[in-house]
Structure formats: C-alpha cells, structure tokens
C-alpha cells in the first residue's frame, strides 16, 4: 500500500471548514484515499473514501487532485466533537468491502477552537 | 445501530498472568481485525481472520500472542504470559469482504496494563 504524508497537527475555528491535506505520490491506480478519524479514548471512525473522482457525504467531502498524487479531506462547518486525529490511508479496495486490512499512519491531529 | 462490542473495556493485571480479550463482530460481517494501539507505536494490525480462518498474524508475536475466532459471533486474543510492554489499547474491527459497504467498523477497545 502507499505511504502517505499528513501534517501533524492542524487547528480550526468552530463553524469554519477544516481543510486537511494528505499526500500520496506513490499511488497506484487501483489504490482508493481512505479517511478514518479517532476521537480521544474511542475506535476508529469511517469518514469517505474515493478513487479519482470527488465524493461527499453527510459527514465530509474528499478532494483528489487529478494526478491522485494529493488529496484533502473538508468538513465544511467544524464544530469541538470534530477534534480528532484524522488518518489518510491508501490501499486497494478489490473486491470492495470493509474486509482489507487498513495501514494507519500518524494522522493529523485536528483542534476544533472556538 | 450494529456495532462492534470487545469485553473487557479495562484490564489490569500482573506480569506473567494470562489475559483474554474478547470481540463480538457485527453479524454478518466475514472479516475480523485485531488492532493494538500505543502512544509510540500508533495503531497497528496484529492478526485478522477472513471466514473465521486466519488470513495474516505476521503483526503479533508469536510467542506470547494468540487469536482465535471459535465461532462467527466470537473473536479472542490471548496473551500468555503478559509482559509490561503489552500495555496497550487492542482495538478489534469487523468488516465486510466483498461487501456492499467499504466501511471497517472498530469496537471501543480493551486497554490493557500489565504491571
């Protein structure tokens, strides 16, 4: 699986969108973006995932640029239960399935202020 | 709301005890994770079972390590003897292989001392 390059450690304003970034230079094709947060003293929490394309839900919206070699993670309205360590994971999602196994990194710690 | 449920939350014990961790997966789900989480190594993968057979354990010593899925509704960890160094939050996840979903769901974790 890709390695990946987070920042350590981002701060954000309440009701303000939280921008994190992730890179991912050595992608492959078949390798899907992964993002997972952990809340303090909690399991890990499924945010999204993409290929190529951009994706949103009712929790985030995911960002990869066109080369696939970057992508960025938006909430677009951060509130305090957002303070989380994020985590950007790549790796191959055939066949699909929440059955692979997930390498994590160091994340980005995200400090929601008000 | 299914969720991943691992029993005890809190476990602490004396070096050399044996240690049991258990983990119900959400049902349905044919991928188990066992995960152990510490402030120097971070979050990393011990052992996973796929179908309730072991597909990789090349994360857990072998020595002292041991997991097991008895039947589907069952995941354990074993660690005999348990030595300080395995203090740590061991977190188990279910998910779905060939699923519908690419979510991996993760339970509340058992943190473990060994004194």
């Given at each position: ?7 350590t ?7 303000r969108?939280a ?5 991912h230079?050595t992608?492959?094709?078949?390798e899907?973006?992964y993002w ?6 909690q399991g890990?929490?499924y ?7 951009n994706?949103?839900?009712e ?5 990869i ?11 677009p ?9 994020y985590?950007?994971?790549?790796r ?8 692979n ?14 | ?6 029993t ?5 014990t ?5 240690v049991t ?10 991928t ?12 990393e993968?011990?052992a996973?079972f796929r ?9 857990m ?8 899925m008895p039947?589907?509704t069952?995941?354990?960890l ?11 939050v061991?977190f ?11 979510t ?7 943190r473990?001392?060994?004194?």
């Amino acid at each position: 699986d890709a390695k990946t390059t987070q920042p350590t450690s981002m701060d954000c304003a309440e009701g303000r969108a939280a921008n994190l970034p992730c890179n991912h230079s050595t992608i492959s094709g078949n390798e899907y973006v992964y993002w997972y947060r952990q809340i303090h003293s909690q399991g890990p929490q499924y945010i999204i995932h993409g290929l190529k394309n951009n994706e949103t839900n009712e929790m985030a919206s995911l960002i990869i640029t066109e080369d696939r070699k970057s992508s960025t993670l938006i909430l677009p309205h951060a509130t305090l239960r957002d303070t989380a360590v994020y985590y950007c994971i790549v790796r191959v999602s055939v066949p699909t399935g929440g059955g692979n196994k997930l390498t994590f990194g160091t994340g980005t710690q995200l400090k929601v202020e008000l | 709301d299914a969720r991943v449920t691992q029993t005890p939350r809190h476990k602490v014990t004396e070096m050399g005890q044996e240690v049991t961790m258990r983990c119900q997966p959400i049902l349905g789900h044919n991928t188990v994770f066992w995960y152990r989480q510490t402030m120097m190594q971070g979050l990393e993968l011990l052992a996973y079972f796929r179908n309730r057979a072991p597909l990789d354990d090349s994360g857990m010593p072998k020595d002292r390590f041991s997991a097991e899925m008895p039947d589907a509704t069952l995941a354990t960890l074993k660690i005999q003897p348990s030595e300080p160094r395995d203090s740590a939050v061991y977190f188990c996840a279910s998910g779905d292989w060939g699923g519908n979903t690419d979510t991996q769901y993760f339970g509340p974790g058992t943190r473990l001392t060994v004194l």
